[in-house]
């Protein structure tokens, strides 16, 4: 019998079990390509998973969470820099700076952590701010304004803790100021979506998910006055990060295949390629046999 013993789609013929070469190949193709399935159901039920779902902020705008900034401004000192946060419910401006970190000789390097509010708001590293002095003062210190140099590297930005597949899109993010006669406001426009990840374990983070967009104004060097500040034809130079937090929430969960899921789909597959492979075998053989008699 050679090579059709292999047949496991024996065919009846005139009251006997007929087994060909064409059903012996098609059953070793079968079984070849049943063991890669099985073999690829058994790798993904040891693989976890993680399904979606978005559901209302119970919490929207009277949750806390952590906003942590590590910058590096390369061509300014720590005396120049100001960090000031913006509470849109409160409107209220306060300045933060002695709530981080600042260090560096030849640049200066902000880094904290502060909580903020699960609302709209603002987090500004700035030459100074617009309203913490006189008017007199003001103008006078503005005259030093294009010394502050925006020019910097975002070393990392989070809202809230790490949680695996996390993805914070300004991390190591780089911007040089074009030219040196000139200075900048650098807005980025974050959109924040809280988020709560599940581990498989039953453990729970509390976290948030951010896009953000980045606009740039650069302008040159002018003569401030008292008109020109009080029109708010003024800009001062700085990094603002303006945040927004989304009424949704997006949880994601850690799943896994349980053992009844395996075995049922594992039948399913191997069951449903062996009786197509059968069917493909019956057509191929008879499709021979109207062959030969034509």
Not at 3 to 29: N, P
């Amino acid at each position: 019998m050679g090579f059709k013993r292999y047949d496991a789609f024996s065919k009846s013929s005139t009251g006997t079990s007929v087994q060909t070469v064409e059903g012996a190949a098609l059953s070793i193709s079968a079984f070849i390509f049943m063991l890669v399935l099985a073999v690829l159901e058994l790798y993904s039920f040891f693989q976890v998973s993680v399904v979606e779902q978005i559901v209302l902020d119970n919490d929207f705008g009277t949750a806390q969470t952590n906003f942590s900034l590590d910058i590096d401004f390369v061509a300014l000192k720590c005396d120049q820099v100001h960090v000031i946060l913006e509470q849109t419910l409160k409107k209220e401006h306060q300045e933060v700076t002695s709530m981080f970190s600042l260090s560096g000789t030849s640049g200066c390097n902000v880094k904290g952590t502060i909580p903020i509010p699960k609302d709209s708001g603002s987090l500004s590293v700035a030459y100074m701010h617009p309203t913490s002095k006189s008017t007199l003062r003001l103008l006078k210190d503005l005259s030093d304004m294009f010394s502050f140099d925006t020019s910097h590297k975002i070393n990392s930005l989070s809202f809230g803790s790490y949680f695996p597949g996390i993805n914070n899109p300004l991390d190591d993010f780089t911007y040089n100021l074009a030219t040196e006669s000139s200075a900048s406001r650098v807005w980025y426009q974050i959109k924040v979506v809280p988020t709560i990840y599940r581990s498989i374990d039953g453990s729970r983070i509390q976290s948030n998910q951010f896009s953000v967009s980045q606009y740039t104004k650069t302008f040159k060097r002018t003569k401030v006055t008292a008109s020109t500040f009080s029109s708010g034809q003024v800009h001062i130079p700085g990094v603002y990060l303006q945040y927004d937090f989304s009424p949704i929430v997006i949880e994601k969960s850690e799943t896994k295949k349980t053992l009844p899921q395996l075995i049922t789909r594992l039948f399913a597959l191997l069951g449903g390629t062996y009786a197509f492979a059968g069917l493909l075998d019956a057509f191929i053989y008879h499709s021979i046999r109207v062959k030969k008699i034509d």
